[in-house]
Every structure is written in structure tokens, then in C-alpha cells.
């Protein structure tokens, strides 16, 4: 294992002193690493990668330094249009150095969501011509790497991907800053709404510890979860998958089980929303001002208002709540409200540690989820 100080040491022996990305499991230690030592101003998470991607293009053009972006293999989707269309040699011809989590390597056993993913990482380096090599894990083969990609990003003005394999950092405990404390956790509050709905209300719930929590929460009282699409990939888009649910069944509430992070990386979806405007459609985003699935890496969810945002976006109305007494309430007014409405529910961040996932395939829960629909 690579210790993550001496390593960002490395780093800026070799030039790189600006670090943007989306939080990754596999580099959580990393990124709490630089957070906790990069200069004011030179470390930023964003809202998605492509915005990395951008940000990262946007020093070297101001500076001429050398930016690194770092990501889950999930996240090249979202930066793949700036990679092509902005860094590329072919059009502005801008290095960066790119830090890939490898989430699914093949022969590597990894939720359903990852193994695709992992399968064609290196294809998709490959035809987007973006030079890697994988990540070594000793810190002196580190160096000899690094070297080869600051050669060839110096040499060649263009991206170079280092990918990185589980366990290759060691771990690095961030000292936690003060943080507002409310009532409720995520878990408490995913329970409470979903035990205030009634049984005819279909749930969309957002990737990562929300949709675990709640299938947990079906799971250990016997419940009946097919009336739960558990989005286990594709962040931010749960409140589009609700939407095209909520405009094709008019007749069933549609309520939305979304996450801050989640929210802010595709924020857009909620002006299509607001505009197409379906009267069954509820959106709850549960805030807990933290990336809580892949390390518990700020967001900015309590630095913004989201119920000004989705009224700006033409939401019907929004409101927020942080204690448990008065969400029973909202729930109430949130279904007996016309859409789209937004309840946004400030809780702690933090999750149990023996959380489990779920044990329903995706595919199973697509074809029970949609049976339930037509019932």
C-alpha cells in the first residue's frame, strides 16, 4: 500500500498542486488526504466529473500547471465530452493527469452496477486515446510512473490515466471538522417517509446507503418492496427515472428518495421537472451535506437553499425540515399537495456499519417494480 501523504508529496515534487473530482471508495483515503493539505483554493469537489474535467482545463489555461482529476470508472461517462470535445489534442490540447478508481475489475467480485464498467475501463481509455497504466502500489514505483506521465502530458500538451486498483492506498483517518448536528441520520428519516407513504405510492430511490437503507427497511419488517426501483448506479439521475414513471402513471404518486450529492451533480433535471411539471411527481432529497456511500467527502448541500432552487425551476413548492416531528407532517403535505413539490430533509451525516445491500438482482427488481405498476 502507498501512504497518501508521501505520495502527495510526490505529487507536488512533480508539479501537480491543483486536485478536483467526484469522491471514488477506492480513492476516499487519497482525496481526504489532499483535502487535508492542499493549499486553499487548489483542492475542489465538483458537482460531476466533466465539471472536473473543466475545472482542471480551466487552471492549466490560467497557470500552465498540471491539474489531476480524480474519479470512479463510473464517472468517465460523464467526462468523456470534455475529454474529447475540450482536452484533446485535436482541439485545445490541455494536460491533465487523470486518477480512475476501478471499481469491477474483471476477476474482482463487485456490485452489479460495477462489473460492466470494469470490464470496459481500459477499452474506454483506449478509444477515447487517452495513454494509462495501472496504478502501481509501492510509493518508489510511484515515482518512476508519475515521472512517465508527467513526460508525456508535458510532451504531448494531452491526458494521461493512471488506473487504480483496490487497496492501493493505505488508510488515512481526515480529522473531521465541526459539522451542524440534526436530529435525524439518513437511515431514520428513509424509514420514517417511507413508513408514511401509502401502499399505492411507488418509491425511486438514489444510489448508494439510501437505497440499501430502505430495501433493509422492507427486508426486516416483512414488507413488500416491489413497489421500490433501487437505482444502485447511474447518480443523479433518480429524479429522471421518477419523472418518465410519473408521466406514464398519472394515477400513482411518484416520490422521488434522492441524496445531495446526487441532486447537485445533475441539478439541470430539476428545471425539466419544474417544467413539465406532473402533479403526482414528489421530490425528497434526504441532505446530509456529504458523500456518504464513497467516503463521507463534503458537499455543498447546506451551503444552498434546494427549495428556492426547485421554486426558481418552477416547482409547485418546497419546503425543508431537520427534526422527526415535523417530517410526519411534510410527508402529509407533501402527498396531499399537486407536483412537483420538493421536501428536502437535513439529517447527520453517518450510517450503520453493518449496512447491508440488497439481495434482489436488478433485474429482478425491475421486472417486480414494473408489475407493480400495471396492478
Not at 36 to 48: F, K, M, Q, V
Not at 87 to 115: A, K, T
Not at 225 to 251: E, K, N, Y
Request: hydrophobic residues 40%; aromatic residues 6%; negative net charge.
Amino acid at each position: 500500500m502507498i501512504d497518501c501523504r508521501a505520495y502527495f508529496e510526490l505529487l507536488a515534487r512533480n508539479g501537480i498542486d491543483f486536485f478536483t473530482g467526484v469522491p471514488d471508495s477506492l480513492l476516499k483515503d487519497f482525496s481526504n488526504c489532499v483535502s487535508e493539505h492542499a493549499t486553499s483554493g487548489d483542492e475542489l469537489i465538483t458537482a460531476n466529473e466533466g465539471a472536473a474535467v473543466a475545472l482542471a482545463a480551466g487552471h492549466h489555461l490560467a497557470t500552465g500547471g498540471l491539474g489531476l482529476v480524480y474519479m470512479q470508472n463510473s464517472g468517465l461517462g460523464n467526462a468523456m465530452n470534455p475529454l474529447t470535445s475540450l482536452v484533446d489534442p485535436e482541439v485545445y490540447s490541455i494536460p491533465i493527469l487523470l486518477l480512475i478508481g476501478w471499481r469491477g475489475e474483471p476477476g474482482h467480485p463487485d456490485e452489479p452496477q460495477h462489473l460492466k464498467q470494469g470490464r470496459v475501463t481500459l477499452a474506454t481509455l483506449e478509444t477515447l486515446e487517452i495513454p494509462y497504466e495501472i496504478h502501481p502500489e509501492t510509493l518508489d514505483e510511484s515515482a518512476a510512473s508519475l515521472e512517465r506521465a508527467v513526460e508525456h502530458m508535458r510532451g504531448n500538451a494531452s491526458p494521461y490515466a493512471l488506473v487504480v486498483r483496490a487497496g492501493t492506498f493505505s488508510p488515512y483517518e481526515k480529522s473531521e471538522s465541526a459539522r451542524e448536528a440534526f436530529e435525524m441520520r439518513r437511515e431514520e428519516a428513509v424509514i420514517e417517509i417511507a413508513s408514511l407513504l401509502d401502499p399505492a405510492d411507488v418509491i425511486v430511490s438514489t444510489t448508494g446507503k439510501t437505497s440499501r437503507e430502505l430495501f433493509e427497511y422492507r427486508a426486516s419488517t416483512s414488507r413488500d418492496f416491489s413497489g421500490d426501483f433501487l437505482t444502485v448506479g447511474s447518480m443523479g439521475h433518480a429524479s429522471q427515472i421518477a419523472m418518465g414513471v410519473a408521466l406514464a402513471r398519472p394515477s400513482r404518486q411518484v416520490v422521488c428518495l434522492d441524496g445531495d450529492g446526487a441532486a447537485i451533480m445533475h441539478m439541470g433535471s430539476m428545471a425539466i421537472s419544474g417544467r413539465r411539471a406532473p402533479e403526482n411527481f414528489k421530490h425528497v432529497i434526504v441532505n446530509n451535506a456529504a458523500h456518504d456511500s464513497v467516503g463521507g467527502q463534503p458537499t455543498v448541500g447546506n451551503e444552498i437553499d434546494f427549495p428556492a432552487i426547485a421554486r426558481a425551476c418552477g416547482y409547485r413548492d418546497a419546503w425543508c425540515v431537520s427534526r422527526r416531528e415535523t417530517l410526519k407532517d411534510a410527508v402529509g403535505r407533501m402527498r396531499a399537495a399537486s407536483g412537483p413539490v420538493l421536501l428536502e430533509v437535513r439529517v447527520s451525516k453517518g450510517a450503520r456499519t453493518d449496512l447491508g445491500r440488497p439481495t434482489i438482482a436488478p433485474i429482478d427488481n425491475k421486472h417486480s417494480f414494473m408489475k407493480r405498476l400495471v396492478e
